[in-house]
C-alpha cells in the first residue's frame, strides 16, 4: 500500500476526481461507439461537435476539415451557439489556432484566444461569439491529418490535461468514423453509377454492332446512327451529372456567398428556356414581388437550380400547357415557386423525387433524364441554407418550391 502521506497535493486532488472521470471516459466510450455507426458525413461531424463540448464541458466545438486545393481550413460543422455563421467559412491555415493545430500535428490549450497572435478574429465577428479559451486536437487518421477539432470556452476554470487526453481520445475515433463514411459514399456511388450506365451502354453495343452488317438497308443505318448518337449525349450527360452529385456528396465544393437579385435571376433563366418553352406551345408568366430584397448564396449555383426546375417544368408539361415563376418574401425568406399544368407527380412518388437516380416510373420512358437534376438541386439549396419542396396532383400539376433566407 503506498503511503498517503506522501503524495502530492495534485495526485490527491486527481485521485478524488475519479469517480468523475470514469463518467467522463463512460461517456467518451458511448459516444464514439455511437460515431462507428453513422454513415452520413452531415450529420455525423454534427455529433462529433455535440460530443466535444460534452466531454470537455465547454460553451461550444467546431470541426474544420482541410482542403487540399486551397489548402486552408474550412468550418465543416459546430454547434448551435457558433452554427449560424460560420457554415463553411474559410480559416487561413497560416494565421489561426487552428492551423497552428493542423500544421504542428499537436494539441493547444490557449487561456486567452484573444491575446494570442495566431487567434484568427474573423470567426467571432461572424458569430459575435466571444472566444476566451480555446483547445483544439489535430484529426488524424494513420496517414494523414483531415482537420482539426476546437472546443472553445470551459465553463468552468481552464482546459486541463483530461479535457487534452478525452478530446484527442474522441478526435481518434472521429477520424475514423469520418473517413469510413466518405469511403461508403464512395462506394454507394460507384456502384450506382455503373448500374446507371448499363442502359445506354447496352444500347449503343447493340447499334454500334448491328451497324457492321454489310446487307444492312441505308434507312436502318440512319436510325442507328441517330440512336448512337442520342445516347451517347445522354451518357454525356450523365457523366457531368455524376460529377457533379459526386463533388456535391463529397463536400468538397466551395459556394460562395454574395447578394443575389431573385428577380433578375429569374429574368435571365426564363430568356434560356423560352425556345424550348415556344417549341412546346407553352406559355411563360412571372409574377415578381418588386420589394423582394436580395437573397445570400452562390448565384451560379443558384441559377442551375432554377434552370433545372424550369426545365423540368417544361419536359414533364403538356402541349399548349402554362408554366409560371413566381417570386416573393415570407417573413425573412424569399419563396421562389416554378408551377406547370403538366401531367404531376403520383402521391407514393412525391417523397422519392429529390432521390438520385429517381424518376417517376410511368414518366420514364415517355422523357429523357438521368433523375439526378433534382438531387443535385436539392443538395445546392441546402447547401445555400435553403429548403425546396413539392406539391402536385396527378393531372393538374407540380409546383416546385425553394426558399432561400433573406439574411446575409
Ligand atoms: P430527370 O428529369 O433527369 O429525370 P430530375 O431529378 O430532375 O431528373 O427529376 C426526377 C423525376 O421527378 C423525373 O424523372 C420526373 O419523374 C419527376 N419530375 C420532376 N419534375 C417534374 C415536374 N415538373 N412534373 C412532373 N414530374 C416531375
Redesign the pocket.
Known sequence: MPDTDKRSDRELSAIRNYPLLLRRYARLVEVTTDLASRLDLDSLLQHIVDAAVELTESESASLLMYDAQSRQLYFEAATNELAAGVERQMVPTESSLAGWVFTHGEPLVVDNALTDPRFFREVDVLTRFRTKSVLGVPLRTQDKTLGVIETINKRKGRFDEQDVRLLQALAAQAAIAIQNSRLFQQSDIVAVIAHELRTPLSALMAAAYLLQRPDLPKEQQQKLGESIYTEVKRLN?MTT?FLELARLESGRIRFTREPIDLAGLVRECLEIIRPQAEVDHLRLETEVDPALGPVYGDRNRLKQVVL??L???I???QKGGLVRVSVSAEGSEAVLS?M?T????PPE?LP???E??????D??AA???????????KRIVESNRGTVG?T?EVGQ??V?TVRLPLTP
Open positions: 450527360e451529372d433545372n426546375l426545365t423540368n417544368a419536359k414533364y408539361n416554378v406547370d403538366g401531367r404531376g407527380i412518388s422519392r423525387v429529390f438520385r437516380f429517381y424518376r417517376v416510373p414518366q420514364e422523357t429523357a433524364g438521368t433523375g439526378l437534376g433534382l438531387a443535385i438541386a413539392v402536385s400539376g407540380s416546385f
